[in-house]
């Protein structure tokens, strides 16, 4: 069987040195459930990604005085990597038993822990693999929602199933910062409705120059430093 990466350490930021590169650097760490049975589909397994970074934002435990919230301060004063890794059986039961959230998607289950040092992986999650099978959706997705939020994908760059849920957790992010509280409080109520598409090759240089936020790859992994993965497109930032 073959395997990809699934996922590494990546930024929407510029590639070069910044202050954010000399800050200690902190991971987001994100583990997707994939049963040998009953693998997720591609898209909801990128969408619920997205959400699960969006639910960690708005967690009261990730503001103010919350429990978490110095190390997503530390997270979000460096370069925002997120990285993704893969469990199932006992792999995922030992994941689920770390302090975290567990987001479900149609047929994707995503867990979402606060963000740790570079170098401080709690050992369960540690030794969880990052790299491992591709996933494919069973059938075309449907049309997005024109009213709702979409995270339109680089139809140019072909990335794996963790690589692209990095990306398109990024791509909620950056809306996240743009919005205005109220327009937070509304997606939040909501319950972060989305959708992740790969956009038409014709619409992605228009998608790209909108004034949208815009996800820029720091290079990492898999693709060249400074490519735009995502566009994050919602309707309040239209």
């Known amino acids: 069987m073959s395997q990809e990466t699934a996922s590494a350490a990546d930024s929407p930021f510029r590639a070069e040195p910044t202050p954010r590169d000399l800050a200690p650097q902190y991971v987001l760490p994100l583990v997707v459930r994939i049963e040998r049975a009953a693998p997720p589909a591609r898209t909801d397994a990128l969408e619920t990604a997205a959400r699960a970074v969006l639910v960690m934002l708005a967690d009261e435990r990730a503001a103010g005085d919350g429990e978490w919230a110095e190390a997503v301060r530390d997270w979000q004063d460096a370069r925002i990597r997120k990285v993704v890794r893969r469990a199932r059986g006992a792999e995922w039961r030992r994941a689920e038993a770390l302090p975290g959230i567990t987001v479900t998607g149609g047929t994707a289950e995503v867990r979402v822990f606060p963000p740790v040092p570079l170098d401080g992986w709690p050992k369960e999650l540690a030794r969880l693999q990052v790299s491992g099978t591709d996933l494919d959706d069973p059938q ?99």
């Open 140 to 238: 075309d997705p449907v049309a997005a929602d024109p009213a709702a939020p979409v995270l339109w994908l680089n139809p140019d760059l072909g990335m794996s199933a963790g690589k692209a849920m990095a990306q398109a957790g990024h791509g909620a992010q950056l809306a996240w910062w743009d919005l205005a509280e109220e327009e937070r409080r509304a997606w939040r109520d909501a319950g972060f409705p989305l959708a992740v598409r790969t956009a038409p090759r014709d619409r992605w240089p228009a998608l790209t120059t909108s004034g949208l936020p815009v996800v820029r790859d720091a290079g990492f992994t898999e693709i060249a430093p400074g490519s735009c993965t995502v566009v994050a497109d919602h309707p309040a930032l239209r």
